[in-house]
């Protein structure tokens, strides 16, 4: 049984900094795009990033581009999304997904849903 275990969230003041971690159990990312997703209250859920763990090749949300970065460690078999300069525009529950098949990022951020979903990290920026 493939599980997302998300971890890192909480509280950050504006400007501050949080990193997420992703780490998959029963699933190896080696060969898999990965991607991090986050929902607010009342708005719809969003792509902010993603890795192909074939490539390297990224993807960002314009809104965070310059300020998170996704990275992946294979050997932890996690993947992280460093977050700087928070905004009062991030605070949401930040979730990891993949799928059982390999996608391009292309691809990826295209897609209605996808395999596997994490549980959620809640991201709150405030001073």
């Known amino acids: 049984q493939v599980q997302l275990v998300e971890s890192g969230g909480g509280l950050a003041q504006p400007g501050g900094s949080l990193r997420l971690s992703c780490t998959p159990s029963?699933?190896?990312?080696?060969?898999?795009?990965i991607g991090w997703f986050r929902q607010a209250p009342g708005k719809e859920r969003e792509a902010v990033s993603c890795?192909?763990?074939?490539?390297?090749?990224?993807y960002y949300l314009d809104s965070v581009k310059g300020r998170f970065t996704i990275s992946r460690d294979n050997a932890k078999n996690t993947v992280y999304l460093q977050m700087n300069d928070l905004k009062p525009e991030d605070p949401a529950v930040y979730y990891c997904?993949?799928?059982?098949?390999?996608?391009?990022?292309?691809?990826?951020?295209?897609?209605?849903?996808?395999?596997?979903w994490g549980q959620g990290t809640q991201v709150t920026v405030s001073s």
């Open positions: 029963g699933f190896t990312l080696d060969y898999y795009t």
């Open positions: 997904a993949t799928d059982s098949r390999f996608f391009t990022v292309d691809n990826f951020i295209k897609m209605r849903t996808h395999d596997y």
């Open positions: 890795i192909s763990n074939n490539d390297g090749s990224t």
